[in-house]
């Protein structure tokens, strides 16, 4: 998001701030976005209110040169437009590949090489290799002795677009091969793409922050690796598969066919597509690309959009040749039909999230789209389903593949005889009748009575959830019954449960109870940042969670916690902060802790509190450049010594360490007498 800016006017600031201390703020508040953006991927602001405040920034340093913060935003963010990708040459042209949309084209395919061979002897013993087509983007990352040192995007086939940092950051592309490289240049050819579990993830937390959505992996991956500024790339979790190497003089590579080079990629480290199969006949060729439609594609967390047949011998390659300088004779892509089907929207239903949130899903009459029957697709939010033009009763096009959850890619009009009606949002909650309430920033709708039963049972579900509290064996139906019988009515209710009350619900038996009970009472020792997880703290997840956990080192700490010390915790933004800070005053949630806490569930970090070090329990300020180290080697320094570093200085501060060009802070650290020291003293300190 915060990539693409304009320069535009800069909006007028109403507070009467003096440029300085405005310059600070907004750096610090676009750089936490950032990180919550980038690294956390919980964006917290839109990306409207991202450019609005950038644009201020960039017109206030502007003005005032001498203000702009050695990290602000705006040395780093290209303004450039995407254009400015320095171009690429490929050591050899990246081909593309000729289509066969059945299986007699496929043996069309075949009877023309064997015309152009001469017979079929020489493909019989060559065989063919057949391959997933992955839907993503081609790339070639080129490695020089071993070494990665460019990945390129596949351009016009000839030329392409230089995206080395971006290349980089894709977790499974080796820095370096390992094992029988050959020397020189070489380049691996493949595709990056991104899973569906992430892509789902990704346009979740999109909607949320009323973002726009990418239409399906291949956009997002292709979007990501473009970006101008790697960190985006590094944010988003691609993946690679390879498929090819080439050299430049082409006859240097140390295999004689596709299924070696497959091996060797392999052996190098590079990441090679499952399911890849040597076939010696044109029926079993055919038998794979059916088994691959029919069951192994709905298996994928990746989309594909075929399979490829490669003939394998490469001297038969070459001797085939290529048509027209792009599509290989020896190569050809069997596409698949896409796994999307038509059905009729029967309903929208809408169910309460954790925090409140109303989701609405569309009941579909039940089709069966890649193998698995589809009846439930999920709509996101009602803006969507106004964007889509959605009515109950159209006839709508719904796509589903591998783990993702069904998607109504939307409604098919010419379908439509009249009796097709336009959906809105319940104003009441479905669950429990309460009025809803619109969220302030964010396009969704809640429903704001905290004893919702629809928000207890999926908040429950979410504190046994595996990346919470992990209490195995409670289950969604379990706790729908648990309520249902009033043996529980909150959160903290589940550690008064006895073997006794269990064995009172249908379903249980004395081993199942057992098992439960014992769960439940184990869960009582999981770590800190797994229960702070588990209370579903809206915008805080696995990793705020460690974060506050860590910082804080035990759950009275954090409850005591106000607003400006929780900015003061790195990687954490100001909308967590605040969010915090409102969950932990909210008089349920003392009483909910309180229960947890009588219960015996663990509230403190291991390690923290005796942790110790010589700036334990002290809170102190970075300002200016210092010396030798950077704001976050310094911020690392003093956490790595118990210390703890914020933001802003208040009298809670400790001492400020100040380097060159200290503005504001130290005048007010000079203001409210609080101790000032340099690096110097820092080392001093904490005896390095
Ligand atoms: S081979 C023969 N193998 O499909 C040279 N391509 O439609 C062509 N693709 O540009 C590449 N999976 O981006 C090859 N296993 C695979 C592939 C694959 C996906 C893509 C590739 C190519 C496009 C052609």
Redesign the pocket.
């Given at each position: 998001m915060p990539a693409e800016s304009s320069m535009s006017p800069a909006p007028q600031n109403k507070a009467s701030k003096t440029p300085e201390l405005e310059v600070i703020e907004l750096t610090t508040k676009l750089n936490n976005a950032s990180h919550e953006y980038y690294i956390l991927d919980k964006p917290t602001l839109s990306d409207t209110e991202y450019d609005k405040l950038f644009r201020r920034l960039q017109a206030l340093e502007e003005l005032h040169p001498e203000l702009r913060q050695p990290d602000s935003p705006t040395l780093r963010i290209g303004t450039e437009p995407q254009s400015l990708l320095a171009k690429h040459t490929h050591l050899q042209p990246?081909?593309?590949?000729g289509?066969a949309f059945d299986d007699k084209e496929l043996k069309d395919w075949e009877d023309r090489n064997i015309r152009l061979l001469g017979g079929s002897a020489q493909l019989s013993s060559s065989g063919y290799v057949t391959?997933?087509?992955?839907?993503?983007?081609?790339v070639s990352i080129t490695y020089e002795n071993g070494l990665l040192v460019r990945g390129s995007t596949?351009g016009n086939g000839t030329i392409g677009e230089d995206i080395t940092p971006n290349i980089r950051t894709v977790r499974d592309v080796p820095l370096r091969l390992k094992g029988n490289f050959p020397t020189g240049q070489i380049e691996v050819?493949?595709?990056i793409y991104f899973p569906f579990d992430q892509f789902e993830k990704m346009n979740n937390e999109r909607v949320k922050a009323s973002e726009p959505v990418f239409a399906n992996p291949r956009n997002a991956a292709a979007g990501s690796l473009r970006q101008l500024d790697p960190k985006i790339s590094s944010s988003r979790p691609l993946r690679f598969?390879g498929?090819?190497a080439v050299t430049k003089d082409g006859d240097s590579l140390p295999f004689k066919s596709q299924w070696d080079l497959l091996q060797a990629l392999s052996s190098w480290g590079i990441p090679t597509?499952p399911n890849k199969q040597l076939c010696y006949t044109m029926d079993e060729v055919i038998q794979w690309c059916a088994d691959t439609e029919q069951k192994l594609r709905a298996e994928l967390n990746f989309a594909?959009d075929g399979g490829?047949v490669?003939v394998n011998s490469l001297s038969l390659q070459s001797e085939l040749g290529v048509v027209g300088g792009r599509d290989?004779r020896?190569?050809i892509?069997r596409k698949f039909a896409p796994d999307i089907a038509e059905t009729k929207l029967l309903a929208i239903e809408v169910n309460v999230g954790r925090t409140g949130q109303l989701n609405p899903y569309a009941v579909l009459e039940a089709v069966e789209i890649g193998g698995t029957t589809v009846r439930l697709a999920t709509l996101h939010n009602q803006d969507i389903i106004r964007e889509k033009d959605l009515r109950v009763g159209d006839i709508v096009q719904v796509k589903r593949a591998g783990d993702v959850i069904p998607q109504v890619i939307g409604p098919v009009p010419e379908k439509r005889d009249g009796t097709q009606k336009p959906w809105s949002m319940p104003s009441v909650c479905p669950k429990c009748g309460t009025p809803v309430v619109k969220d302030a920033d964010l396009v969704a709708i809640y429903c704001p009575n905290l004893a919702c039963g629809g928000r207890q049972l999926e908040a429950m579900v979410y504190f046994a959830s595996r990346g919470a509290m992990d209490i195995r064996g409670l289950s969604y139906a379990r706790i729908e019954a648990l309520l249902a019988n009033k043996l529980i009515s909150d959160i903290g209710d589940i550690y008064s449960l006895t073997k006794e009350s269990l064995l009172t619900l249908d379903g249980f038996k004395e081993k199942s109870a057992q098992n439960l009970y014992d769960a439940i009472q184990a869960s009582k020792t999981q770590p800190l940042a797994r229960l702070i997880t588990g209370l579903g703290i809206p915008h805080v997840g696995e990793i705020a969670a460690k974060l506050l956990a860590r910082h804080f080192g035990s759950m009275e700490a954090l409850q005591s916690a106000t607003v400006e010390q929780l900015e003061g915790v790195r990687g954490l933004g100001g909308v967590i902060a605040q969010s915090v800070n409102l969950f932990f005053n909210d008089t349920s949630t003392t009483a909910l802790l309180n229960k947890l806490s009588a219960a015996g569930v663990n509230m403190v970090e291991a390690g923290a509190a005796s942790s110790g070090g010589a700036l334990a329990g002290q809170t102190v300020v970075i300002t200016g450049t210092l010396p030798t180290l950077s704001r976050l080697a310094a911020t690392e320094l003093i956490e790595s010594h118990g210390g703890r570093v914020t933001s802003s200085v208040s009298k809670a501060t400790t001492f400020v360490l100040a380097g060159e060009e200290a503005g504001s802070k130290l005048e007010k650290a000079q203001q409210l007498n609080i101790e000032v020291i340099n690096e110097a003293d820092l080392f001093q300190r904490i005896g390095s």
């Open positions: 990246m081909l593309s590949l289509n391959e997933l087509k992955i839907d993503g983007a081609a596949r050819r493949g595709e598969y498929y090819s597509a594909i490829v490669k290989p020896w190569a892509a």
